[in-house]
């Protein structure tokens, strides 16, 4: 069975996990993180490429086949650098800017929101030039979403629930008929955005996993298996869980 391999500096990337393992790609999971200096937005590109380096290199250890940045911030500030270092397959994750080349009905008003640090890299903006040169998605950074969403691993979403409102101010009441998610923690509580602001949410999960199958030759099995690795603090320590019992990864409505 075929290794896939996947980092986040937290819990948005177990988002894409869920999207691959729901959909029954039949691989065996291993799953990275850093959890004692998330968020990495604050943090230096030095820092993140030496630590997400460091994730890539205890995975190929693990002899996965490929490895998956499941972090738009990390992709935009590491992943050149790690794909001339490393022989091992990296996709990255980057906002579906290119969703707004479907076709939709004239009245679509699209919105997208990310964090500031996806915002303001030059992979990102170099990204929104060549896909939307005419402006058409408006752009929204979100400065705590992503981390008011990672504190679900110790609390219930109605503690968090006037926070995560407050943070979605800015595009609540505009109109919009789709939101595009652009962090791996959004989709969350994407059963949430979609009845709160009365829209669509647009996700890129199920591209990446259409990339990731095509790319490894990964195929799907009849049956489920929601069981991976999962080591959650960038350590030598792998643990065996199971996605099924992290409660914040449940519809939240």
Wanted: with cysteine; hydrophobic share 40%; charged share 25%.
């Amino acid at each position: 069975m075929k290794k896939v391999g996947l980092i986040d500096s937290g819990i948005g990337g177990l988002t894409l996990l869920k999207e691959l393992m729901d959909y029954k790609v039949h691989a065996e999971y291993l799953y990275i993180s850093d959890s004692q200096n998330v968020p990495y937005g604050e943090k230096s590109q030095t820092f993140m490429l030496n630590q997400v380096r460091d994730m890539s290199l205890k995975l190929i250890a693990k002899k996965v086949e490929v490895i998956i940045l499941a972090c738009n911030t990390l992709t935009a500030e590491t992943i050149d650098t790690l794909r001339l270092e490393l022989t091992v397959p990296i996709v990255g994750l980057e906002p579906y800017i290119n969703y707004l080349n479907q076709d939709f009905a004239i009245d679509s008003k699209m919105a997208l929101i990310l964090t500031e640090a996806t915002f303001k890299s030059t992979r990102f903006q170099t990204l929104l030039i060549e896909k939307d040169p005419e402006h058409k998605i408006d752009i929204y950074p979100l400065k705590k979403l992503a981390m008011i969403l990672e504190s679900l691993t110790i609390q219930d979403f109605e503690t968090i629930r006037v926070e995560v409102e407050r943070e979605l101010m800015q595009v609540e009441g505009r109109g919009y008929t789709h939101l595009i998610l652009g962090c791996t923690h959004y989709p969350i509580i994407k059963n949430f955005l979609e009845s709160y602001l009365g829209l669509i949410v647009v996700d890129s999960a199920a591209a990446v996993r259409n990339h990731v199958m095509n790319s490894v030759g990964l195929n799907t099995t009849d049956e489920y298996h929601d069981t991976f690795l999962y080591n959650s603090d960038n350590s030598d320590t792998w643990l065996s869980s199971k996605l099924s019992e992290l409660k914040f990864l449940r519809d939240i409505v």
